[in-house]
């Protein structure tokens, strides 16, 4: 009785539970429209996916209730909403993969539990800051050994134990960010103030820039070592936009800026895959039936889709190349058109703005900063795969968080909204408890970042 009356009293929980539940029933409908679309009938064991959705529902709602009670309530319902309708166009392509995407959902809840439960504060993992980078920089190398690692589609990216195969980039990129966020909030004013004379003008202090400088060149080389453009172009981009928030200094953003136009260039030349890329992306019909099949497909299949989308169970997602992994949105373009499309690009704008208020109103400034890099990881990750679909961008092969087939990138996705769920958390409970008089001096503090760390 105590448990119920607590819930029914949190604004946050009791939305967070009416959210989940249309969550769910959107999920539902969507999978029995995609079976009613090619058979006729509805789905096989059909009750017993929406008793799994259920309780992935409760689940959510009492670890969050026990261990997150004043996180955000709108975060884990479009969680809940995005991996739901991923898993509906990955069964409706490909039923093989569609068990193994349950399987991985499941460890991937209990990650996100077990993150929520044991990291009780997230100022506690700034103590481990080399160990973090350590173990980064050991996943990261782990797809060269000869005897674990495994190449597939010319990247190595791959660990296998067994049966057993995932991509240890994905927690990587996790623990560089927090990596990151504490060296430079330690570092801060020797990466802001000027202080080095040269000539007659004053610069930071070079000396700062050489542990991060180390770790950037270790993990870039490694990765592109492994043939990985994608999350090269991810931890690029997050660093110098931590960098930028950290010191608010445009010159390193010009100067990042500029190295990665240099890099792309000699990339470009230097990389085949690189060259490839980019060959494709500004002309596919050059190779329609090679390299440009593809990206072609993909554009072929939000053309069929049009406005309103050809119908789930209605398209032909089949003819694109990877359209369960890779290629996932041209699937949701063809089935949903651009309104459907347009609604999973805003789902992604909800879970990033969500975690930017989190780090607007943390009141330590780790916790603002991991915040900041663990949405920024984020939110590249969904842009540069769906904008390398509409060919916007080049393709990078990093996959859409939640909806494209990965059991790595989804169980590290679980985890990371795992951390912004705590540090939301930690705000929400601060910016509430401003409300008393003994708090009037904090609440800015919380809102600012000028509290302590």
């Not at 890099?263 to 060259?275: C, E, K, R």
Request: proline share 4%; with cysteine; hydrophobic share 55%.
């Amino acid at each position: 009785m105590g448990y119920l009356s607590a819930l029914f009293t949190n604004p946050r929980r009791r939305s967070e539970l009416g959210l989940l539940f249309v969550g769910t029933i959107v999920v539902f409908c969507a999978l029995v429209l995609v079976s009613l679309s090619k058979s006729n009938s509805l789905p096989h064991r059909s009750m017993l996916f929406l008793a799994g959705l259920i309780g992935a529902a409760i689940y959510m709602q009492v670890i969050n209730r026990r261990y997150a009670p004043d996180a955000d309530g709108v975060l884990m319902p479009v969680v809940l909403v995005l991996n739901g309708i991923g898993y509906v166009i990955i069964s409706r392509i490909d039923s093989g993969y569609a068990g193994q995407q349950i399987a991985w959902t499941v460890l991937g809840l209990l990650l996100y539990g077990f993150v929520v439960a044991r990291v009780k504060r997230v100022s506690d993992l700034e103590r481990f800051r080399y160990i973090v980078l350590f173990l980064a920089l050991g996943l990261l190398v782990s797809p060269l050994i000869p005897v674990i690692g495994k190449s597939t589609n010319g990247a190595r990216l791959w660990v296998h134990f067994h049966s057993l195969e995932f991509q240890p980039i994905e927690i990587a990129k996790i623990l560089l960010v927090i990596f990151f966020s504490s060296y430079f909030i330690e570092k801060r004013e020797l990466l802001t103030l000027p202080t080095r004379r040269v000539g007659n003008r004053l610069f930071p202090d070079m000396r700062a820039f050489l542990p991060i400088a180390v770790a950037g060149a270790l993990s870039l080389m490694i990765i592109l070592g492994e043939h990985d453009v994608g999350f090269s172009l991810i931890l690029f981009v997050v660093f110098l936009t931590m960098l930028w928030v950290t010191t608010g200094r445009w010159t390193y953003l010009a100067i990042g800026l500029a190295l990665f136009a240099l890099a792309t260039f000699a990339a470009s030349h230097l990389l085949g895959q690189v060259n490839s890329r980019i060959t494709v992306w500004l002309d596919p019909w050059k190779d329609p039936s090679g390299a440009g099949f593809q990206p072609i497909q993909g554009i072929l299949a939000l053309g069929r889709g049009g406005l309103g989308g050809s119908g789930l169970g209605l398209g032909n997602p089949a003819a694109v190349p990877y359209s369960f992994s890779d290629f996932v949105f041209a699937a949701i373009g063809e089935e949903l058109g651009l309104v459907g499309a347009a609604a999973i690009v805003v789902a992604y704008m909800i879970i990033v703005a969500t975690g930017m208020r989190a780090a607007l109103r943390a009141r330590g400034e780790f916790a603002k900063l991991c915040a900041f890099g663990l949405v920024a990881t984020f939110g590249f990750q969904a842009f540069f795969i769906m904008a390398g679909v509409v060919r916007l961008l080049p393709l990078t092969g990093v996959t859409l968080p939640f909806m494209a087939y990965g059991g790595s990138s989804l169980v590290a996705n679980y985890a990371l909204v795992a951390l912004i769920m705590r540090i939301s958390d930690e705000s929400n409970r601060l910016v509430d408890y401003a409300g008393s008089p003994a708090w009037s001096i904090t609440e800015g503090e919380a809102v600012m970042g000028t509290g302590g760390r």
